[in-house]
């Protein structure tokens, strides 16, 4: 049968609008089956380095897993190589309904890994990297990117990566040196003229933080979806239109699927700290609780403890057991493997 692409394949999988983007170590299955209930009409896994991937498979069991619930899903996955990205690829394509290329993270780890955004000056490795997987694959081979400070150069880059056998794209409007402190907003208006040209679907990135905020990005861009990331962490339920959900709930929520899916106790830790930084703050007793946590089941006990979350706020003595946790997640967590605005 004929691999489907473009806006035919984007048809069949029900035209998603609402995204939940690649996140390292945290848009793991539990995730993903959570935001699933919340109007997230499709998801991605989390970056997977392809070298890594291929080569141990203990590795590759942790961080790729899934469920017949957990579609349409997308596998992204980094690398230079455009065999070992397609050995990586195949490991998991019928698992999945598309397998991405992340040509988009602008983090110190991807210039060491010779990969993500520092990838977008090498336009001859790209379109070998694409072209191998589009030919070689039962899926369509789909692409995140960042623009260039140019709007012209922008649309061009786009243009080479769907001649080179992209079938749908994700854009994120900001340049690679935008990023922590200098990430400033996103540029809706380059990936609106990358919308304008080219032909196939192309999926906002960059500042959707609610979903009033999705809408308007929709609106104003053209595009065929809306991805977004940290927003996701920090509120699960945001593509249902909940502003202000019940924080403890959706912890437990996600605890009940994370322990459903064996999911490692350092990745709900990320979640569980993310989920309720503003309550927890201040509470040395629950933050050492948390901390002392060993799986799923501890967490829920903790959570279901409120009279933990009725003390003063922020002291000093909190940020010392914040330290000696290692309990930074809200900061560099965040900046390593979250891109800024997402």
């Not at 806006?7 to 299955?29: H, N, Q, T």
């Not at 030919?135 to 623009?147: A, E, F, G, T, Y």
Request: net charge neutral.
């Amino acid at each position: 049968m004929e691999k489907l692409g473009g806006y035919d394949f984007y048809r069949s999988i029900g035209s998603p609008k609402w995204i939940c983007g690649p996140m390292v170590d945290a848009s793991e299955l539990a995730f993903r089956m959570l935001v699933r209930r919340y109007g997230v009409e499709l998801a991605y896994t989390p970056m997977l380095n392809s070298k890594q991937f291929t080569k141990n498979t203990k590795l590759r069991n942790t961080i790729f897993t899934t469920c017949d619930g957990d579609r349409p899903l997308v596998a992204q996955f980094a690398g230079d190589c455009p065999d070992i990205l397609l050995e990586a690829a195949k490991l998991v394509e019928g698992s999945v309904d598309a397998v991405d290329i992340n040509f988009g993270c602008p983090q110190h780890i991807a210039k060491r890994g010779h990969y993500g955004a520092y990838l977008q000056d090498e336009w001859d490795l790209m379109r070998s990297l694409i072209s191998t997987l589009h030919q070689n694959l039962s899926v369509p081979v789909w692409c995140k990117i960042r623009v260039f400070p140019e709007l012209e150069k922008s649309i061009a880059y786009a243009q080479m990566i769907e001649d080179s056998g992209s079938q749908v794209l994700a854009v994120h409007g900001r340049t690679r040196d935008s990023k922590g402190r200098n990430a400033g907003p996103a540029d809706w208006n380059v990936i609106r003229e990358i919308k304008k040209n080219v032909s196939v679907p192309v999926i906002a990135n960059g500042d959707a933080v609610s979903l009033e905020a999705a809408e308007d990005c929709l609106s104003f861009t053209g595009c065929d979806g809306v991805m977004a990331a940290y927003p996701l962490l920090v509120n699960p339920t945001m593509f249902s239109g909940e502003s202000k959900p019940d924080a403890f709930a959706v912890a437990r929520e996600y605890l009940d699927l994370a322990e459903k899916y064996l999911t490692p106790t350092w990745q709900i830790r990320g979640h569980i700290f993310k989920l309720l930084k503003g309550h927890i703050l201040g509470q040395d007793d629950i933050i050492r609780t948390y901390g002392a946590a060993q799986n799923a089941h501890d967490y829920r006990q903790a959570t279901l403890v409120r009279r933990f979350f009725e003390g003063p706020r922020s002291t000093p003595r909190c940020t010392q057991v914040f330290e000696k946790l290692g309990l930074w997640l809200f900061t560099i967590d965040v900046l390593n493997h979250v891109e800024p605005g997402t």
